[in-house]
């Protein structure tokens, strides 16, 4: 039996997401597998998870002109040595859960589970093949530390491919292979009953806005969007998602109400419903995360990201 370990970071949904679909898929493929889903952000130091998480979600919220600016220097400098001593100490804690479970594969959809992997890889204490499924349309360079002690490279699309061969990773090493998602974006579903189901007309253009739940990126965005659809855009119907955040759905009814826009915009908080969502929705009005966009194109619906 081949034992699988599958590491995502809770730093917006994407990274779950990925994972979540690969281990459906191979559930759904291959008999004689094990396969463990962890955190290991959270698994190395609950602490520092709980506080990376907060940090992050506050300053992508209130913050996203300075969040971005942090993203993009992230790949070099004082801040990439900060992340990378930060992963080789994590790894050590890593390496019992590791040495416990014998994985023959390791797969990871976020940078620091293949950082980590990577750096007791080099160390001699793991032996498992690594494998790094990027969740982005765009080559970031955390996703590359130490990218000669992984195996395989998954990317979005073949200009990521020939991003990374100019980058000196070997080209056998890398499959376009488009970012993962569940193969609930890529059913049929009844329109009709679906817009019945959430008191939607049939006759009308729908827009799904994402507000983006916890991790949303700009808060003031969000609702300028929300309220501009609301004004001028009546002859639309939308559906709002505000996620699991109680605080942005209560502005998101009170900006409804005083709108008086309760027929043409309907608020929800989270849901299971994405696809069936996205398959009646005529555009997609999302944050530039890639899982989301995915999962947009997937279900043949336009997007616009902010």
């Known amino acids: 039996m081949k034992k699988i370990l599958i590491f995502y970071a809770a730093y917006g949904?994407?990274?779950l997401s990925a994972a979540r679909s690969i281990k459906e898929y191979l559930e759904m493929n291959y008999n004689d597998i094990e396969i463990k889903l962890v955190d290991c952000v959270k698994y190395v130091n609950k602490s520092l998870e709980h506080i990376s998480t907060y940090a992050y979600s506050s300053m992508a919220k209130n913050m996203p002109s300075i969040w971005g600016k942090i993203?993009?220097?992230?790949q070099k400098g004082p801040l990439a040595m900060i992340s990378n001593t930060s992963n080789r100490l994590m790894a050590t804690k890593l390496n019992k859960l590791l040495q416990e479970f014998q994985p023959d594969i390791i797969i990871s959809t976020h940078p620091f589970g293949s950082q980590m992997c990577a750096v007791l890889k080099r160390k001699g204490k793991i032996t498992a093949k690594l494998?790094?499924?990027m969740t982005d349309?765009?080559?970031?360079?955390?996703?590359?530390?130490?990218?000669?002690?992984?195996?395989?490279?998954?990317?979005?699309?073949?200009?990521?491919?020939n991003a990374l061969v100019k980058k000196d990773i070997p080209e056998e090493k890398i499959f376009a292979t488009?970012?993962?998602l569940s193969n609930r974006f890529l059913q049929n579903y009844n329109k009709e009953q679906i817009l019945k189901d959430f008191n939607l007309e049939l006759n009308k253009k729908?827009?799904?806005?994402?507000?983006?739940?916890?991790?949303?990126?700009?808060?003031?965005n969000t609702y300028d969007i929300l309220r501009s659809l609301a004004?001028?855009?009546?002859n639309l119907q939308v559906v709002a998602i505000s996620g699991r955040n109680p605080k942005m759905k209560k502005n998101f009814?009170?900006?409804v109400e005083q709108s008086n826009s309760e027929a043409s915009i309907k608020v929800i908080d989270y849901t299971t419903k994405v696809p069936e969502l996205m398959s009646i929705s005529d555009m997609v009005i999302t944050k530039p995360g890639g899982l989301t966009i995915t999962e947009s194109l997937a279900s043949r619906t336009s997007y616009y990201y902010y």
């Open 71 to 74: 993203y993009k220097n992230s």
């Open 137 to 161: 349309y765009a080559p970031h360079d955390q996703w590359l530390v130490a990218s000669e002690f992984v195996d395989y490279f998954f990317v979005a699309h073949e200009g990521m491919k």
């Open 13 to 15: 949904g994407g990274h």
């Open 131 to 133: 494998a790094t499924v």
């Open 178 to 180: 488009g970012i993962p």
């Open 253 to 255: 009814n009170y900006l």
């Open 231 to 234: 004004k001028d855009f009546n």
């Open 206 to 220: 729908t827009i799904l806005f994402f507000a983006g739940g916890e991790f949303g990126l700009g808060k003031s």
